[in-house]
């Protein structure tokens, strides 16, 4: 199946700094979403981004799908966005299930 | 719409015990999906269904079992649980394969055996 790979695995920041996060995939995909993960559980949808660029307020995010990688960008930084950063992509050659990265564990120190 | 509905919130169970985790999503969305997330980890894919009367084991299937006789509701079973099976489970759906098929997650259950 479809490999995902996520880096860095640990992050940690100062209030206002901006931050790279990064999606790896093996094969061709017709799904890309980037989840944040609450300190209570809840997965939050942030992008569905298969491919191209996309901006909502802080937060951005870039598919290259051609070169099989994502990009989510956050800038100026708050405290409430700690927590984990997931990206599920869903292809290959079986196209029906969606298949999760280990995560990008964000602490934004204040 | 509420979305996709998980229940229960919390449970305890005792080794061999069964239970069933329910999901029900008012989206009519085909596509519908359990995962597993251990502490410190990513989610796991168990078992999906791409419709009614349709399921496929994920990643992890040994130790559950799932039915799909609605497009609504996409039950998981335990039926001999284990203390490997303490986890949080987290239910899914989208609308299907192609694109523009975003994942939708309910709140998830948080089983604990002992």
């Known amino acids: 199946g479809i490999q995902v790979e996520q880096s860095p695995p640990d992050l940690i920041l100062q209030e206002g700094a901006n931050s790279t996060l990064r999606c790896n995939f093996s094969?061709?995909?017709?799904?890309l979403q980037w989840f944040h993960q609450n300190p209570w559980g809840q997965l939050i949808n942030l992008f569905y981004?298969?491919?191209g660029t996309k901006q909502n307020g802080r937060l951005s995010a870039t598919t290259v799908a051609t070169e099989r990688y994502s990009l989510l960008y956050i800038s100026s930084s708050q405290t409430t966005d700690s927590g984990v950063y997931f990206c599920?992509?869903?292809?290959?050659?079986?196209?029906?299930?969606?298949?999760f990265g280990d995560g990008t564990t964000l602490t934004v120190k204040p | 719409n509420a979305g996709v509905t998980q229940t229960p919130k919390f449970r305890i169970l005792k080794i061999g015990q069964s239970m069933t985790l329910q999901c029900a999503q008012d989206?009519?969305?085909?596509?519908m999906y359990w995962y597993r997330q251990d502490p410190g980890m990513g989610l796991k894919l168990i078992y999906y269904?791409?419709?009614?009367?349709?399921?496929d084991k994920g990643e992890v299937p040994n130790g559950y079992n799932v039915s799909r006789s609605t497009t609504e509701d996409f039950p998981l079973r335990l039926e001999l649980a284990a203390p490997s099976q303490t986890s949080v489970y987290f239910c899914?759906?989208?609308?299907?394969?192609?694109?523009?098929?975003?994942?939708?997650f309910g709140n998830g259950t948080r089983l604990t055996v002992t």
């Open positions: 899914a759906s989208s609308p299907g394969e192609s694109y523009n098929s975003p994942l939708h």
């Open positions: 269904s791409v419709g009614a009367g349709i399921t």
């Open positions: 981004i298969p491919s």
């Open positions: 094969d061709s995909v017709n799904n």
């Open positions: 599920a992509v869903r292809g290959g050659t079986n196209a029906g299930k969606s298949t």
């Open positions: 989206m009519n969305h085909n596509y």
